[in-house]
């Protein structure tokens, strides 16, 4: 299915919007015409960046399903409906396996997975109860698509959120919703991200992030991605591919899987 022909009067609500690429898309869906709530842990830049872009502002930890609730509540409350729904908080934190603790993998998960899982279980029924063409986004990432070293707690929260939209997409679409998701696969942003642990509960480690370890390319701005975001929404696209550039790192990793697939067959052959 498309997205909504047109964004005038529609509700949006974009997490992480106070910074980078929520920041982004938030700035997108105004200029198409959207009336918009950012949602964040950090007041500061959060009531900064609502009254710059003209937003409406909301603090909230996606991670705490209740108060994902209770930005819900105060859309409903104010507007009665919800059109479009960006679950993009998250947060970067790259090490080797073996210097990766539980604490860290907890911290990860939770924001980068059980804040989409807890936007996707408040807003997905009201998408579906007050929109005439509600449109959720996820936003993943290209480590959600390939891995590489120093990416292990990262990858497994964003191939995880990928799997969660592909899955939904085809449980929306046999329901006939009338309701689309997509999930948005970055490559380089150039935004905070590598300063995550700001936003980290109880204090961060400190341990530095080995961005080297991802693969060199093209670093977009936030405003370039809010636009592919608008676009793709209007197009109804399952992903927003926002590096075509990076085509062969993900058809590595597919090449690997299916060679392993043949080796298996040549060694196991079917019996007719
Ligand atoms: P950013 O740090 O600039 O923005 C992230 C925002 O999320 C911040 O405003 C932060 O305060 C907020 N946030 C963090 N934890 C939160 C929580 N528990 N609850 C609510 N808000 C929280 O970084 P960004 O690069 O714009 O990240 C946005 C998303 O994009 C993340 O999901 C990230 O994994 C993804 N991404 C980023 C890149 C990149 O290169 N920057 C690439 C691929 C994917």
């Known amino acids: 299915m498309s997205g909504p022909p047109s ?3 529609l509700v949006a609500v974009v997490t992480g919007g106070a910074s980078g690429i929520g920041r982004g898309i938030a700035e997108a869906l105004i200029a198409a015409g959207a ?3 950012i949602a964040d842990i950090e007041q500061g830049p959060l009531d900064a960046t609502a009254a710059e872009i003209g937003a409406l502002p909301f603090r909230l930890d996606v991670s705490r399903a209740e108060e994902v609730q209770a930005l819900a509540d105060l859309v409903i409350e104010r507007w009665g409906r919800v059109d479009i729904v960006c679950n993009n908080a998250g947060v970067g934190y790259l090490a080797p396996f073996d210097t990766l603790t539980r604490s860290d993998f907890g911290w990860v998960l939770d924001v980068n997975l059980g804040g989409v899982i807890n ?3 408040v807003f997905l029924p009201l998408l579906r109860e007050t929109s005439a ?3 959720m986004v996820n936003t993943a990432s290209m480590a959600g698509l390939f891995d590489a070293p120093g990416m292990a707690a990262y990858a497994a929260s964003k191939f995880a959120v990928v799997a ?3 899955t939904v997409a085809q449980e929306l679409a046999a329901a006939g919703a009338g309701v689309g998701i997509s999930v948005l696969v970055p490559g380089l942003v ?3 991200i590598a300063d995550s642990e700001r936003n980290r509960q109880g204090g961060g480690r400190g341990a530095p992030p080995q961005l080297d370890q991802i693969p060199p390319g093209r670093a977009l701005d936030p405003g370039e991605v809010g636009a592919l ?3 793709a929404i209007r197009a109804g696209d399952l992903y927003i591919v926002t590096h075509p550039e990076m085509l062969p790192i993900v058809r590595e990793r597919h090449a690997r899987i ?3 697939f043949e080796d298996a067959a040549a060694r196991h052959p079917l019996a007719d």
């Open 164 to 166: 969660l939209t592909e």
């Open 258 to 260: 299916e060679a392993a």
């Open 133 to 135: 063409s509600g449109w």
């Open 35 to 37: 009336e918009v709530v």
């Open 7 to 9: 964004f005038d009067g």
């Open 119 to 121: 936007g996707m279980t």
């Open 229 to 231: 975001v608008v676009e």
């Open 190 to 192: 150039n935004t905070a």
